[in-house]
């Protein structure tokens, strides 16, 4: 964890050191600093799109499945995957300076019409196993181990090598799995799960004043 989330000057403690606190990691405190800053933004963001603040924390203390987010949540009645896209997973990847990503993207087999919702070229990084690392988006809060949603539509990915991959994650943009496909043991293999819910609801309490 962050030295300065365990710190105690004296001083109170600031919005940004409250989410802070939520983070076990080691990563550069400034990393930290600057993730935490993006989704405190995300959250105030959601705020304004989403029909209430009551609809927002059931959302944001919600579980995949039953508090899935629906078109009726949003203010402007948009699809729930592209909104969920565009208000978080998109800022996540600017804030971790995620290279450049192509949308919407084909698979190598036409034959195959497969599209993930996001590809990363990872030519540029010698030290990765993987030409590309494709992501698989789906609407917040949404189970992700499904077949053919999900983990299962990066496994098939994998399988396939549709898109050159070794590598791949499915997400909400709250939860966020890394797949690996064992080619040798013919094995899927979960590399990291990241929940990012604790964060994002002290981001909430920390805008809202609003405990559980």
Do not use: C
């Not at 990872?122 to 992501?135: G, T």
């Amino acid at each position: 964890m962050s030295s300065a989330a365990g710190a105690d000057n004296g001083s109170s403690t600031t919005p940004t050191e409250f989410v802070l606190e939520e983070f076990d990691t080691s990563v550069p405190e400034g990393a930290v600093e600057d993730l935490t800053r993006t989704i405190e933004q995300i959250v105030s963001d959601l705020r304004e799109r989403i029909v209430s603040d009551d609809r927002l924390e059931t959302l944001l203390r919600g579980q995949p499945g039953p508090d899935i987010l629906h078109g009726s949540d949003i203010t402007e009645q948009g699809d729930p995957e592209p909104f969920t896209q565009r208000r978080i997973i998109e800022p996540l990847f600017e804030a971790l300076e995620y290279p450049d990503f192509t949308t919407e993207a084909s698979g190598l087999s036409d034959q195959q019409r497969q599209k993930a919702d996001y590809l990363f070229s990872l030519r540029e990084f010698d030290a990765i196993e993987s030409e590309r690392l494709p992501v698989e988006a789906e609407p917040l809060n949404k189970k992700l181990d499904q077949q053919n949603h999900g983990i299962g539509q990066v496994e098939g990915w994998l399988d396939s090598y549709s898109f050159g991959a070794e590598f791949g994650i499915a997400t909400d943009g709250m939860r966020w799995v890394l797949i690996k496909y064992d080619r040798e043991r013919y094995q899927y293999d979960t590399l990291a799960e990241v929940n990012l819910q604790p964060v994002v609801i002290a981001a909430f309490e920390n805008l809202t004043g609003r405990k559980e």
